[in-house]
């Protein structure tokens, strides 16, 4: 492979290369096709005729020390020391040896961690931070994670989807999660504009700074009880949670009109048509925690009824495409409020979102 420049100073991470896998390393650039072997099992294939197998599991996402050193030392024992994390948090297992790949499944069952999640499968769902980590999150992420994937768990481990399915979550609209462009979105919102704690804004906040950061233009100075502060124009809010992060004297959480979206369509692939977002589905299911059974039951509605009525290869978006809105609304028995009708004005049809031409 192309050689590197010399780094010279220490800033940003380390150079990748050097944790490469010494056979991918060897066939930068050089690789010709690959094959799926069972599920969770991928097989790359040089152009010199060397391979490289990867055992895909599942993992728990947040991870914590001890599951680590058990990824750690399956792969000292399995594939050398090499592994490595994909954008939906599965762990893959890099091996240059085929005879290990069943013992290693062996182990990972063992220790709890199902095999999958490639091809025509679900992969592991990515998710954000949720309650144990962001602010602004208006729902958990992790522990719905954890419950859709328990009722999920033979659509990761066996391949018998229409095509891949791709699922994700993001705590609100500021999407960390990538839920613009899944096939299944589950997305926190707000529904209530942060309210204006009048009394702590100017100690803790520049107020020039938190109109700034309202990207509709919904936020104006204004003088309370004799002191500077703000005001939020309500109608004009987005529930985004931009002025709460610069200024913590504008909490947005609302344990009774904070909850969950589902939306569906969306994909990153170019494959057969162009990359597309999501659109609204159910437009609010109120959190219930510790298990979430409403979003549950949501979610895996629309995987079955996907799974009968999709044809080889169509995405939940190309299947909706094909079948029409309406019966997508009739075959998963969603009811159709005014809240999915789009009159927001913007250019996101004229954007160019994939890399296919136009003429
Ligand atoms: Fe925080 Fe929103 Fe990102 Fe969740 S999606 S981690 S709430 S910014
Ligand atoms: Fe503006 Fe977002 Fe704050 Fe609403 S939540 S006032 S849209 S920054």
């Not at 050089?30 to 799926?36: D, I």
């Amino acid at each position: 492979m192309a050689t590197q420049p010399t780094r010279i100073t220490d800033i940003g991470p380390p150079n990748y290369e050097q944790f490469l896998h010494p056979v991918i390393k060897k066939n930068y650039g050089k690789w010709k096709y690959h094959e799926s072997l069972a599920p969770g099992v991928l097989c790359h294939v040089s152009e010199t005729g060397e391979r490289i197998y990867t055992v895909r599991a599942g993992s728990s996402r947040l991870l914590s020390i001890q599951t680590i050193r058990v990824y750690a030392d399956l792969a000292d024992k399995y594939s050398g020391g090499y592994l490595r994390f994909t954008s939906r948090n599965n762990v893959e297992f890099l091996l240059d040896n085929p005879d290990n790949i069943e013992p290693l499944k062996k182990d990972l069952a063992a220790a709890g961690f199902p095999v999958g999640g490639t091809q025509n499968a679900i992969s592991n769902i990515v998710h954000t931070q949720g309650w144990v980590h962001c602010h602004s999150s208006a729902t958990d992420a992790s522990g719905i994670v954890k419950a859709v994937m328990d009722a999920l768990c033979d659509r990761f481990t066996q391949q018998n989807l229409p095509a891949k399915l791709r699922i994700a979550l993001a705590c609100c609209l500021n999407m960390c999660g990538a839920v613009h462009c899944s096939d299944i979105a589950i997305l926190g919102i707000h529904r209530r504009a942060p309210k204006v704690n009048h009394d702590n804004l100017k100690k803790v906040c520049e107020i020039p700074t938190v109109i700034a950061s309202c990207p509709t233009g919904a936020i104006r100075s204004a003088t309370v009880d004799g002191k500077p502060s703000v005001e939020v124009i309500e109608a004009q809010c987005m529930y985004c949670g931009n002025c709460y992060t610069v200024c913590p004297a504008m909490p947005l959480n609302d344990p009774e009109n904070d909850g969950l979206s589902i939306w569906v369509g969306g994909k990153v692939s170019n494959a057969r048509s162009a990359p597309r977002f999501s659109k609204l589905a159910i437009p609010f299911i109120p959190n219930n925690p510790p298990r979430w059974p409403e979003v549950v039951k949501a979610v895996v509605n629309i995987v079955e009824v996907y799974a009968r009525n999709a044809r080889k290869y169509e995405r939940v978006g190309e299947w909706i495409d094909r079948i029409g809105w309406p019966k997508f609304f009739e075959l998963t028995g969603i009811e159709f409020t005014r809240y999915h009708i789009d009159d927001f004005k913007n250019a996101g049809l004229t954007y160019a979102r994939s890399t296919h031409l136009k003429f």
